[in-house]
């Protein structure tokens, strides 16, 4: 099974619907899908790219996870939530853009991906989740929002290639950057009344 073209009257797919369909490498979504439930596309390592449907509302968890030949994903604009382990295990996955009405971001949704240099969170989003963007070694760059208030444990674990990150005012817990070798520079504002591992960070200076 390499190609999947779903007809347009279909509105839902459900749960483990093609997980491990290794072989496949295409699939064309219509715009009437409003529900991709968990799993649905697990562990399809052949798959290469992806345009999501624009009525899709939510990311299901673990829905592209171990995608490990997925390229690029298009995400829709309405899209207001991705799940935890959405995206983890896409080691090829270079760049995602992520919809300005996201305003949650689960836990491990992006770990181990490991060729993704530079992510955008947007305003609205208030918690980056334990191990969300874990052994993102390629991860060089980025933003965090006003909105942003707490960091948890592990969520930039091992992404040596981050070289610094200011944190921004309003955040009161700061925890996650265990392992990050190449971290430098590290801006605490005033009002953070919690820090956490910083182990292995050998290169951190100020």
């Known amino acids: 099974l390499k190609n999947i073209t779903i007809h347009d009257k279909v509105e839902e797919i459900g749960g483990y619907a093609f997980r491990g ?4 490498e295409e699939i064309k979504l219509p715009d009437s899908i409003n529900s991709i439930d968990i799993w649905a596309f697990r562990g399809c390592t052949s798959l290469k790219s992806v345009v999501v449907p624009p009525h899709l509302r939510y990311i299901s968890d673990c829905l592209f996870a171990d995608c490990s030949s997925l390229v690029s994903v298009e995400l829709p604009e309405p899209i207001g939530g991705i799940g935890s382990f959405a995206f983890s295990g896409c080691k090829n996955l270079t760049e995602i853009v992520i919809p300005k009405y996201v305003s949650t971001i689960g836990k491990y949704a992006f770990s181990g991906c490991e060729k993704l240099e530079k992510i955008n969170i947007p305003e ?8 969300t963007f874990a052994n993102c070694s390629a991860l060089s760059a980025i933003d ?5 208030k707490s960091i ?7 992404c040596v290639s981050l070289h610094n990150i200011e944190i ?3 955040v009161l817990s700061v925890d996650g950057f265990s392992g990050c070798t190449g971290l430098r520079a590290f801006t605490v504002p005033n009002g953070v009344s919690s820090i956490g591992d910083f182990s292995g960070c050998v290169n951190l200076e100020k």
């Open 152 to 158: 948890g444990a592990s969520a930039f674990q091992n």
């Open 144 to 148: 965090l929002p006003r909105t942003i």
């Open 21 to 24: 369909c290794t072989a496949l």
């Open 168 to 170: 921004p005012v309003g």
């Open 124 to 131: 609205g989003v208030s918690i980056i989740e334990e191990c």
